[in-house]
């Protein structure tokens, strides 16, 4: 039975329970039937030490996840600095030197987790993933460092690679909270007059810090990840939730925008994110690609399934063809 709650035209659905496809692979299966850990309460949002306990143990257990799942491989991985900000820029020891691709890697987290091992982690098997050179950014967090500190990290090293590289040598990207900065960061860059990048990749991205979208109530206890709201207030330290460098997707992108792949799942929590953002995109004439994978929750289905596999290939291949200038503009 479906009953009317009264609000706005909400409705109630029944409980219910919802099975694994069998049409998935083993290893999607067995993702998705793992228990679900209990959700943390956050913190206070004026206890600074509440949140730093907090984002200390689950850098601890994102470390454990992430250092777990790096194959053995040749790199060089340097920290660089451009005044405040920190980068690690890992070079896998096959390419060549004379390569120019580069990509810029901004870290998930939900804006206030994933620094140091964890953003080299996730650099490292970006640049796995994608055969170049990464710099991740390690940019600054809550609770001592909210916005725009990150954002403004973000930028300097879109920057500093302008020095000396063509825009068109760069692709930015990032997943979750990193594809919010990553969009922002090129939203605000061509506010500012800098090029666009030859490319964005945005992984289930966080592109909606007002979390508006229709997927926040239909996925909400599907999807493993529930509402990040204590954590973007705490990043966005009183200013407006919908403004574009904090919540991308409310942006102009009449005004121009890199061309785009966005990707997500039909049980991710940021599903409304994606499928918003991409129309907002195509509507303003950005060249983008969604792909949405069945089944698959926030940042799909954890290391080893062929469905991640795939959406990987169609990220390496999206990014290739925009290094070599052959996708359409």
């Not at 790199?75 to 690690?88: D, I, M, Q, V």
């Not at 005004?255 to 918003?276: E, H, M, Q, Y």
Request: proline content about 7%; glycine content about 8%; charged content about 20%.
């Amino acid at each position: 039975m479906v009953t009317d709650n009264g609000k706005s035209g909400a409705f109630q659905v029944p409980a219910r329970e919802i099975p694994v496809p069998d049409h998935l692979s083993t290893q999607a299966k067995a993702f998705l039937s793992l228990p679900r850990m209990e959700r943390v309460a956050y913190p206070d949002l004026d206890d600074a030490a509440g949140w730093k306990a907090y984002i200390a143990e689950a850098d601890a257990r994102l470390t454990d996840v992430f250092l777990s799942r790096l194959p053995p491989i040749e790199h060089t991985c340097t920290e660089w600095r451009e005044g405040e900000a920190l980068a690690f820029d890992i070079v896998p020891a096959s390419l060549p030197t004379d390569d120019p691709r580069v990509y810029l890697n901004i870290h998930g987290g939900g804006l206030i987790m994933g620094a140091g091992e964890v953003c080299k982690a996730f650099g490292l098997l970006t640049a796995i993933k994608l055969g170049t050179r990464v710099v991740a950014v390690d940019y600054r967090m809550p609770p001592d460092h909210p916005y725009p500190a990150g954002l403004d990290d973000c930028l300097a090293f879109y920057r500093a690679l302008l020095r000396d590289h063509a825009p068109e040598d760069i692709i930015v990207g990032g997943g979750s909270a990193g594809a919010n900065l990553a969009a922002a960061m090129v939203l605000r860059a061509r506010d500012e007059g800098l090029p666009l990048p030859a490319a964005v990749v945005l992984i289930s991205p966080e592109a909606d810090l007002t979390e508006s979208g229709d997927s926040f109530r239909t996925n909400d206890g599907v999807d493993a990840m529930g509402s990040l709201m204590p954590a973007n207030l705490l990043y966005a330290a009183g200013h407006d939730l919908a403004h574009p460098y904090l919540s991308p997707l409310f942006g102009d992108f009449t005004k121009g925008f890199a061309p785009s792949i966005l990707t997500t799942g039909t049980r991710d929590l940021f599903l409304s994110n994606t499928v918003r953002l991409h129309r907002k995109l195509r509507m303003a004439g950005v060249a983008a690609d969604l792909h949405v994978t069945e089944a698959a929750a926030h940042m799909v289905f954890g290391g080893g399934s062929p469905e991640e596999a795939e959406i990987d290939r169609e990220i390496r291949s999206f990014c290739d063809a925009r290094w070599a200038g052959r996708y359409p503009a």
